[in-house]
């Protein structure tokens, strides 16, 4: 049930098959279309010639843009971690006084 399924991808007009768990070949898909637009990008710009340099200057960006990310969620999450638990404070406050009220 679990034996991976043979899926055809196309990068920068080449096709490769590529074992993917079943339940995942949408998300394969959708790697696989970003992946080449990524090096489309690259190769029209003309600056780099070669599919394996190419498929290195995509994979380098990719990474920096993962780590960025990372980095952006991380920086969200030390702030809004302090402002929830204020504001969860604030809500439990209210609650109490609230119930203080009704007796």
């Known amino acids: 049930m679990n034996n991976p399924l043979p899926i055809s991808v196309t990068i920068l007009d080449k ?6 768990p079943p339940g995942e070949q949408a998300a394969l898909l959708e790697s696989a279309e970003y992946l080449d637009g990524k090096m489309r990008e690259i190769r029209d710009k003309g600056s780099i010639i070669g599919s394996e340099r190419i498929a290195v200057i995509a994979a380098l960006n990719i990474a920096h843009e993962l780590l960025h990310n990372s980095q952006l969620d991380s920086d969200i999450t030390e702030t809004l971690t302090p402002r929830l638990k204020s504001l969860e404070s604030k809500i439990a406050e209210a609650l109490q006084n609230a119930r203080q009220l009704e007796i």
């Open 15 to 20: 096709e490769y098959k590529i074992a993917c």
